[in-house]
């Protein structure tokens, strides 16, 4: 099983430009999952998805941030304009079944990203 | 929502100590589960536990839930230099802060 594929691994962008993060999830999995890491805030859950349908976007940050998954198999998360508070570790995870009834999440290699 | 607490941050062991790390909350909790990240990785899942005073093993990992369900450990037995990570726990989709282990060789 190739598990949860992110890319890309490390993304340097400037101040204002477009950032798209890509995920694959692994194949079956209904749930899909963006987590941003910082040392400041730990994991936060922006977003997720069941079945390709956005569930729970609470967690997005502001009206820069976007994701889709227009099919089951792929989701993107996009950051437009980018700005360097935007610097972090992102991961996609997936899981089997709800994860709110204790279905564990498969997490990517994530991607490090930093806004200079 | 619901939130758990990991506190300290950070502890730091002699290898072959044992260490005890604790995941609190103010409210029953429906079940936990916990993962490791170790340095420059991404979080890996290790357990789940669902039932009042529940207790599961890896090897010399030790899990408990709580009798009340509003609290969980983490024990390892006789640390290695493979255990340094970060453990946390999750309650659903909320995960706590971590706390980060390293081990003096």
């Known amino acids: 099983d190739a598990g949860v594929i992110q890319s890309p691994r490390h993304e340097v962008t400037e101040m204002g430009q477009e950032v798209t993060l890509r995920c694959k999830p692994i194949s079956g999995h209904d749930y899909l999952f963006w987590y941003r890491q910082t040392m400041m805030r730990g994991l936060e859950l922006l977003i997720y998805f069941n079945n390709n349908v956005p569930i729970d976007d609470s967690g997005m940050p502001e009206d820069r941030f976007s994701a889709k998954m227009p099919n089951a198999s792929f989701s993107t998360l996009k950051i437009q304009p980018s700005e360097p508070r935007d610097s972090a570790v992102y991961f996609c995870?997936?899981?089997?079944?709800?994860?709110?009834?204790?279905?564990?999440?498969?997490f990517g290699n994530g991607t490090r990203l930093t806004v200079t | 929502g619901q939130q758990v607490m990991q506190i300290p941050q950070y502890q730091h062991v002699q290898e072959g100590e044992d260490f005890t790390t604790y995941c609190n909350s103010s409210t029953t909790l429906s079940n936990i589960q916990w993962y490791k990240q170790r340095p420059g990785g991404h979080p890996v899942f290790l357990i789940q536990?669902?039932?009042?005073?529940e207790v599961k093993k890896q090897k010399r990992l030790t899990f408990q839930f709580g009798e009340a369900k509003k609290n969980s450990s983490l024990h390892i037995t006789a640390t290695q230099t493979t255990d340094v990570g970060t453990y946390f726990c999750?309650?659903?989709?909320?995960f706590g802060k971590g706390i980060t282990l390293s081990v003096r060789p």
């Open positions: 999750a309650l659903k989709l909320t």
């Open positions: 536990l669902v039932k009042s005073g």
């Open positions: 995870a997936s899981s089997l079944r709800d994860p709110t009834r204790a279905s564990p999440l498969h």
